[in-house]
């Protein structure tokens, strides 16, 4: 059974700091992996999705990495406002892709402090 | 707005009651998603369709609870008899396959109080 885990739970660090959010899955055998962000009350927004061939995918200061045979993701924000503050979920898209379902992992809060 | 939109977007209701949520798809999207989310966890599957077709249901998905969508459009979610502990956001996404890729695109959720 494919379970997703995210380390840490919660996250607080000053306006302009560079972090990464981490991810793991323990069964490689994914489709491809998605983040997301979910603002307090709302729904998912996607940031990134990288399918099981990549290993990395960007957009602005956002860069999502992965490594399938270890079952690690890691989303590095770089100079993070305090707009980012949010909760980050990873998702994993297991086996062929005609399985429709993405296994969530717990979420990262951050709060990024001005 | 072409997103994907829930509604209602709150429903409070008491214990034995029934309650159906709807979701509407972005429209050229032939794939829809229902996921349960509770407070602090990531969301959970549900149930989804491709077109009309109801393809995989969850566990989580007790008698109690049936999901349609008729013409291959909007889809809707019933809860019947609702407990305590159906209380959760109940989130819709929608997608589209495109050269083996798919992005799920999430609906604003509809939150569901059971009092």
């Known amino acids: 059974k494919q379970e997703v885990t995210q380390i840490p739970a919660a996250l607080s660090v000053p306006e302009g700091e560079n972090l990464v959010l981490n991810c793991s899955f323990t069964?490689?055998?994914?489709?491809?992996l998605q983040w997301f962000r979910q603002d307090p009350g709302k729904g998912l927004t996607s940031l990134l999705l990288?399918?099981?061939?990549?290993r990395e995918q960007t957009s602005g200061r956002l860069n999502a990495s992965l490594d399938k045979s270890s079952g690690r993701s890691t989303l590095y924000i770089a100079a993070s406002q305090p707009g980012d503050s949010a909760t980050y979920l990873c998702?994993?898209?297991?086996?062929?892709?005609?399985?429709?379902?993405?296994?969530f992992g717990q979420g990262t809060t951050l709060q990024v402090k001005p | 707005d072409t997103g994907v939109s829930q509604d209602p977007r709150h429903k409070i209701t008491k214990r034995g009651q029934n309650v159906t949520f709807r979701c509407d798809p972005i429209s050229e999207h032939n794939r829809l998603y229902w996921y349960r989310q509770t407070l602090g966890q990531g969301p959970e599957f549900l149930t989804y369709f491709q077109n009309e077709a109801q393809l995989e249901k969850s566990r989580l998905l007790s008698d109690r609870f049936s999901a349609e969508r008729p013409k291959g459009s909007f889809s809707t979610l019933e809860i019947q008899r609702t407990e305590q502990g159906d209380s959760a956001m109940y989130l819709c996404?929608?997608?589209?396959?495109?050269?083996?890729?798919?992005?799920?695109?999430f609906g604003p959720g509809t939150r569901l109080l059971v009092l």
């Open positions: 990288i399918q099981s061939s990549q």
């Open positions: 998702a994993v898209k297991h086996g062929s892709s005609n399985t429709g379902k993405l296994i």
């Open positions: 996404a929608s997608s589209q396959r495109r050269a083996g890729e798919e992005t799920q695109y």
């Open positions: 069964d490689s055998a994914i489709y491809n």
